[in-house]
């Protein structure tokens, strides 16, 4: 990201503060309708000047996301299944999971569990209701799910936000497709992703389908290019999602590259495919004409070779005639 002072995360930083109020806010956001500039810096945000409401969505999204010291949980992908028909279990599961795991990485295993617990309520600022239930249920999803699963981190802030409020299924698709996409990704700056691996992973999936016959009911109606395209530009327009599939199978995605960097990317790459492409083709095409080659030649020694064997026999004939 930019460090200068007139880049938006220097800005939001600089006016919040850690103050998420709604007030705030509103600062931030009349400041940015008297700064173009700075506006069209935020990531590509021209919604912004529409309404407040929208900008409202995409800062407390992005805020978080740029923040240094926002908090995650992390757990695997699997733990996202079943999400459209019971949220509050996946994400109580999620949160169970992520506590238990960030006590395994971070506390000293001599400590009781409780001790333990605590202080990681105190490292990632939360509350986690009866530290026992917790615990036991954290217990159990880290010895049922396989050692080295996918894992995906959420932040706090977009946790919480799907865990206490009431959202529509196409909220919930896009949560899926923001997850599936940055548990893809991982820490890389971009990558492609085909729609079925995307909606796999939407589906909790750690491994790609072969067919979405294979997806649960819920996540099959979105598994088309209408519904995806309406996930993705909202993901663009409120979620800081950059994506690009001008020619290629699927789609290249990513949060920290600018549009123009990523098709760069995209188009480097193709550009790079097509030319390996080209130069096996030009490989085989030379085999072939070589193969083609030797078969002529062994059909000229051929037909010379019989040639030479029909000249003998005459002379050979003629000779005995004349005898």
């Known amino acids: 990201m930019e460090n200068n002072q007139n880049s938006p995360e220097v800005f939001l930083h600089r006016c919040n503060k850690g103050n998420n109020s709604l007030p705030q806010i509103q600062i931030i956001y009349n400041y940015l309708l008297e700064n173009t500039a700075t506006a069209e810096a935020a ?114 802030s977009l946790f919480f936000d799907f865990y206490k409020n009431k959202k529509t299924d196409f909220e919930k698709a896009c949560f899926l497709a923001f997850t599936a996409i940055k548990s893809i990704m991982q820490s890389k700056p971009y990558c492609k992703i085909t729609n079925l691996y995307l909606w796999s992973r939407m589906d909790g999936k750690a491994k790609v389908v072969n067919d979405i016959s294979e997806l649960s009911p819920e996540i099959q109606f979105y598994a088309n290019e209408y519904q995806t395209k309406k996930i993705k530009e909202e993901l663009r327009n409120n979620w800081n999602l950059k994506y690009y599939g001008r020619y290629v199978r699927g789609c290249y995605y990513s949060f920290s590259l600018s549009l123009d960097k990523l098709i760069f990317e995209a188009e480097k ?29 062994l059909e000229r020694h051929t037909k ?13 004939t003629n000779y005995n005639k004349k005898f």
């Open 43 to 156: 990531g590509g945000v021209y919604f912004i000047a529409k309404d407040f409401k929208s900008f409202y969505k995409w800062y407390k999204i992005n805020f978080s996301i740029m923040s240094r010291k926002e908090k995650y949980f992390n757990a695997p992908v699997q733990l996202l299944q079943g999400f459209m028909n019971d949220s509050f279990k996946c994400l109580d599961n999620f949160f169970d999971y992520s506590v238990y795991y960030y006590v395994l990485k971070h506390k000293d295993t001599n400590l009781d569990f409780e001790r333990a617990y605590k202080m990681a309520e105190k490292d990632l600022k939360i509350t986690c209701g009866s530290i026992e239930d917790t615990y036991k249920n954290g217990v159990k999803l880290y010895l049922k799910i396989p050692v080295g699963s996918v894992k995906v981190g959420i932040n706090k």
């Open 269 to 297: 790459r193709r550009k790079k495919n097509i030319n390996a492409i080209n130069k096996e083709k030009d490989k085989e095409a030379y085999s072939k004409a070589m193969q083609m080659l030797e078969r002529h030649m």
């Open 304 to 316: 010379g070779v019989h040639d030479l064997i029909g000249t003998i026999v005459r002379s050979y």
